[in-house]
């Protein structure tokens, strides 16, 4: 079995800030990590991967995740943020065929 | 790249009515399809996905039913709708053999009255 958390289901900063959005997984297997965001009455899009390789991955804007295979993490930074970054920020997990999402994390980014 | 369709974008429908959601997908061929629901506040609940033509596998039992007429048609149904059934509709795809993201089309907001 396989399961995501986010910490937080709400992460409020302010313009410019440091964006840190936390993903913790569980896996038999190794996984292939992902980070979606999802703006009001809209579709996911993918912000960044993990799958193999180099550990520190980068995304669309300006985002960026590093998998930590000790810590089970995923975490979501960008150096600062945008107004047009508020969202909901959903972090997945694919192993064995199967996905799971985390319950979301709502990001409110204050002028 | 691929483009998931989806309509209607909202829909209100009383209990006991039948519903028909449809999904196609463009820039792809032979794709795995997916329904999600997102119930307020929530993550993502998987509901059907199939991996062809007349393939639905079902994760959970409920009164939604799932049809893949053809390749890049994902359809999804029910013959009388319960308050339950309300929430944000998602269909999706898998994006490439090796790049296990999904796509996802905009969404149906489905409110049960």
């Known amino acids: 079995a396989q399961s995501v958390t986010q910490l937080g289901s709400h992460v409020s900063v302010s313009e410019g800030a440091l964006v840190l959005l936390r993903c913790n997984y569980s896996?038999?297997?190794?996984?292939?990590l992902f980070w979606y965001v999802q703006y009001p009455n809209q579709g996911l899009q993918l912000l960044l991967k993990?799958?193999?390789?180099?550990?520190l991955v980068k995304g669309i804007n300006g985002f960026e995740a590093e998998f930590k295979k000790s810590e089970t993490s995923f975490h979501l930074t960008k150096p600062s943020a945008h107004m047009s970054d508020a969202a909901e920020y959903f972090c997945?997990?694919?192993?064995?065929?199967?996905?799971?999402f985390g319950d979301g994390t709502t990001l409110t980014v204050k002028p | 790249s691929q483009t998931i369709h989806q309509w209607p974008a909202t829909l209100v429908q009383p209990v006991g009515s039948p519903l028909s959601l449809e999904c196609t997908v463009e820039?792809?061929?032979?794709?795995?399809l997916y329904w999600y629901r997102q119930a307020a506040g929530r993550g993502l609940q998987l509901l059907f996905y199939?991996?062809?033509?007349?393939?639905i596998s079902s994760e959970v039992p409920q009164n939604l039913s799932a049809s893949r007429p053809q390749d890049r048609q994902f359809i999804l149904s029910s013959k009388k709708l319960l308050l339950s059934d309300s929430g944000f509709y998602l269909c999706?795809?898998?994006?490439?053999?090796?790049?296990?993201?999904?796509?996802f089309g905009s969404g149906t907001r489905l409110t049960v009255v």
């Open positions: 997945a997990v694919r192993s064995a065929g199967k996905s799971t």
């Open positions: 896996s038999s297997v190794p996984p292939y």
């Open positions: 993990y799958t193999t390789g180099a550990t």
């Open positions: 820039g792809t061929s032979n794709p795995n």
């Open positions: 199939s991996v062809g033509i007349g393939q």
């Open positions: 999706a795809s898998i994006r490439g053999h090796r790049d296990y993201g999904y796509t």
